[in-house]
């Protein structure tokens, strides 16, 4: 699922197919107008007797939903429950800097959404949405009575974060009701907008060859506990780069690595098939942290051996995903930062199958027309592609932000 408008309407086909439990984690949910189209879609799933479940992060999550109306109006509702991961606790300061980054909706152990985007406008809306990222998920339907596939690893996953010590409820009892009950009546009206629209966006689910058979799944995460952890799902990536015999297309927003990443991944690429790496431009990337360490980390990344593009898009890509020989892709929320390796809670899908690596392998063709060969002193010449130009005023915060971002980047 390529755009953000396809990944809205997959989340509320999903949600309006559930007959029995939706799980639904995310590392922010946005009091938009996405947050509330979902929010409408939920409460009329949990009004049908469906049992939600919405886990998003202690912290971002937590900002976010605030003391909104759209928090109290899921949360107080007696078929939705939310949870917070690892709350702040000014008791618990080793705690403080751990986030919960996984991304996916489940709906009845059957259907699932992965991938990295969060409940935001900025990402399930119109590429016009002034705040529009470009993202990429998976969208994955598993037979009736078939144990061990993707959609189950995933749910058992998410039920072990959501009876585990780390979480806890919030949002059960509305401060004012009368705000509640204003909210509620907004997003009535947004539901009467979704089912005039959504009769086309459904048949296209439902038409013959929007899926194709895969023939298994792996879910990757990282251990779940808030601090330090052991790097799995990096590790488990970079396995597969090292195995892979023809291919390797690896996207993500940005890299930020340490020297263990950095050495772990010059070992990866020397294996015998092609790798090539695709992330941001400074110019165009949104991640100011990132992009200011990026400055120190471009050379890092050349001396890795994989040649590096960077992509010259107007809106900023937030992709994370991988294509490896002609089977398997790999679907997530895991960046190849620090962050994402040692601190976060992350979660990556690898699909075998050659049908959607097929078409993965299409996209990431559509990505590389956008796309310029980074090198020591620049850009590779490249007729087809003008680079975007680092505006002034973003370049100099850039190299003011630099040094601090290198002394502070183990954190971001």
Not at 110 to 125: A, H, V, Y
Not at 310 to 328: F, G, P
Request: proline share 4%; hydrophobic share 40%; charged share 25%.
């Amino acid at each position: 699922m390529e755009s953000g408008e396809e990944a809205l309407w997959g989340r509320l086909y999903l949600i309006e197919n559930a007959k029995e439990k939706i799980r639904l984690s995310s590392y922010l949910y946005a009091c938009d107008d996405s947050g509330k189209r979902i929010g409408a879609a939920l409460i009329r799933a949990a009004e049908r007797g469906v049992d939600v479940e919405i886990l998003v992060d202690g912290l971002i999550g937590g900002i976010n939903f605030g003391a909104s109306p759209l928090a109290y109006a899921l949360g107080s509702h007696e078929n939705i429950r939310i949870r917070l991961y690892n709350p702040v606790d000014l008791l618990r300061p080793d705690r403080l800097n751990a986030r919960l980054h996984d991304k996916y909706l489940i709906a009845d152990d059957r259907m699932m959404i992965l991938g990295g985007r969060n409940i935001s406008d900025e990402f399930l809306t119109k590429t016009t949405h002034p705040a529009y990222n470009f993202d990429r998920d998976v969208m994955l339907f598993s037979d009736e009575g078939v144990s061990g596939s993707g959609v189950d690893q995933l749910a058992a996953y998410f039920d072990s974060l959501w009876q585990g010590e780390y979480v806890q409820p919030a949002y059960e009892k509305a401060r004012d009701a009368a705000a509640v009950m204003r909210q509620r009546q907004e997003m009535e009206k947004l539901l009467l907008e979704t089912e005039r629209e959504k009769t086309a966006w459904f048949r296209k689910i439902e038409q013959p060859g929007f899926s194709v058979p895969v023939e298994g799944c792996q879910l990757i995460t990282n251990p779940v506990h808030p601090g330090v952890k052991s790097p799995v799902v990096f590790d488990h990536l970079c396995a597969m780069i090292a195995e892979a015999e023809e291919r390797v297309i690896l996207q993500s927003p940005y890299f930020v690595l340490d020297g263990r990443m950095q050495t772990a991944m010059q070992e990866a690429v020397s294996g015998t098939a092609q790798v090539m790496f695709y992330t941001n431009s400074m110019a165009g990337g949104n991640n100011l942290a990132a992009s200011a360490d990026y400055l120190w980390q471009k050379e890092k990344l050349l001396a890795i051996g994989a040649p590096l593009y960077e992509l010259q898009t107007e809106a900023s890509v937030h992709t994370k995903s991988m294509l490896v020989d002609r089977h398997l892709s790999v679907f997530g929320s895991f960046n190849f930062d620090m962050r994402s390796a040692y601190i976060d809670t992350e979660v990556m899908m690898a699909v075998y199958g050659e049908a959607l690596n097929e078409r993965l392998y299409t996209c990431m063709e559509n990505m590389a027309e956008q796309a310029l060969l980074v090198t020591e002193e620049g850009y590779a010449e490249d007729e087809r592609l003008v680079p975007l130009e680092l505006p002034e005023g973003k370049k100099w915060t850039l190299y003011l932000l630099s040094p601090v971002m290198f002394l502070i980047r183990h954190l971001l």
